[in-house]
């Protein structure tokens, strides 16, 4: 097992790493003398695989379940949803000491962790992520919420969960376009973070695909351990954080204006770190093997790298950029990459730069 800390004073917390972790749910909530009473909130499909394990080593540890379930899929994450959960937890009577288990992948996190910051105030949460995608980013760190109709995220609360168990099992499940979707964020702490885990990418990929338990181990704990030191620098995203949004400001566009389901989020971010890359290129110099091998690399991967536009996608795109939360005074400001590794952020870009690195990608 690897674990790593995320260091917030006396909010600081665990994440574990292991096979097999969801049957040792209950002794590690006994540990932190977590109340009796607690929810499981997932999914549909997370359930019927996981929901069982999690449940009775709840219950052998003493502490009493309840199962909330929701549909799967991003449309859960809405604040109906959240009112559903809460009409739950009060019928089932948690109160002010009891606990929820996020079990599922960033919607479940995110929709439960909001959940847990709310209801009376805030309850304790434990997250367990079981997509690649939330075990290397959306469980760690705290960003919790939903979506409202005007866009993405954009109701929701800064709040740390008690302990993050990542059983590496649940990935054995995970639909293969999800796996490489979360691919995208495991390269991106590359990028912005450590050339040695880039290259480590480049050389491993294979066994990484294969989904081989030893080498996603200690990726995962490598990724989790860039986003624990990130935010534990600057928890509520005033500087450093920033850098997490790589390939963000266009992927994020992408997913608005082709509305979610098109896209996965892990595809729109791969496309928008390889514009993010020739931005950097032509801003700071980026090397264009640097370029190069963070093309390879995503396409490797199974990952989408360009995107065709007619001119109305083109405008929608550029429309959704601006409305983008990390626009301020409307300016877009991008995290730009000076070398592999290495990512410094707010750097403005004109839209002029940006529409000539899509062109070149739609038409080659
Ligand atoms: N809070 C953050 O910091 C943060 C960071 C990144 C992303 N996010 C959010 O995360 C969400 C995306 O998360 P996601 O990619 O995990 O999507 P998801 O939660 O929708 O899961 C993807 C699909 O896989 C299924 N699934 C999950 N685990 C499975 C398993 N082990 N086996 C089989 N099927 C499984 C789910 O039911 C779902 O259908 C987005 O809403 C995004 O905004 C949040
Ligand atoms: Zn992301």
Redesign the pocket.
């Given at each position: 097992m690897r674990a790593v800390s995320v260091q917030l004073g006396n909010r600081s917390y665990a994440i574990k790493i292991a096979p097999g972790l969801l049957q040792k749910l209950g002794g590690e909530c006994a540990r932190l003398n977590l109340g009796d009473r607690c929810a499981i909130i997932t999914?549909n499909?997370?359930g019927k695989?996981?929901a069982k394990p999690a449940y009775d080593s709840l219950l052998k540890n003493g502490f009493e379940p309840a199962l909330i379930t929701i549909p799967?899929?991003?449309n859960s994450?809405s604040l109906k949803c959240v009112q559903f959960c809460y009409d739950q937890l009060a019928a089932q009577r948690l109160e002010r000491k009891s606990f929820i288990v996020a079990l599922?992948?960033?919607?479940?996190?995110?929709l439960a962790g909001f959940v847990a910051a709310t209801y009376l105030r805030g309850i304790d949460f434990v997250q367990a992520p079981?997509?690649l995608?939330?075990q290397v980013?959306?469980s760690v760190?705290g960003?919790?919420?939903v979506n409202l109709r005007a866009g993405?995220?954009l109701a929701g609360a800064f709040y740390q969960p008690r302990l993050v168990l990542c059983d590496l099992e649940?990935?054995e499940?995970?639909?293969e376009r999800?796996f490489r979707?979360?691919l995208a964020?495991v390269i991106k702490y590359g990028i912005i973070f450590d050339t040695k885990l880039f290259a480590q990418l480049e050389r491993d990929l294979p066994k990484v695909l294969k989904r081989q338990p030893k080498t996603l181990e200690q990726i995962i704990a490598r990724c989790c351990e860039i986003k624990a030191e990130i935010v534990s620098k600057d928890e509520a995203e005033s500087g450093l954080r920033a850098i997490l949004n790589f390939g963000h400001t266009i992927g994020h566009a992408i997913e608005n204006s082709f509305g979610y389901g098109k896209f996965?989020?892990?595809e729109a971010i791969s496309i928008g770190q390889v514009a993010a890359a020739k931005l950097s290129q032509k801003i700071l110099g980026l090397p264009q093997c640097d370029v190069q091998r963070i093309e390879n690399l995503f396409q490797r991967a199974g990952l989408p790298v360009k995107i065709k536009l007619n001119s109305a996608q083109r405008k929608k795109l550029f429309a959704a950029m601006k409305l983008d939360k990390k626009v301020s005074a409307g300016e877009i400001r991008f995290v730009l990459a000076k070398k592999i590794g290495k990512v410094v952020w707010g750097q403005k870009v004109s839209t002029g730069l940006i529409e000539g690195v899509l062109a070149t990608d739609a038409h080659r």
């Open positions: 999914d499909n997370v695989k996981f799967a899929g991003e994450k599922g992948g960033g919607v479940v996190g995110d079981t997509t995608l939330a980013d959306s760190g960003k919790t919420g993405k995220n649940t990935l499940t995970l639909p999800e979707a979360g964020e996965l989020h892990g």
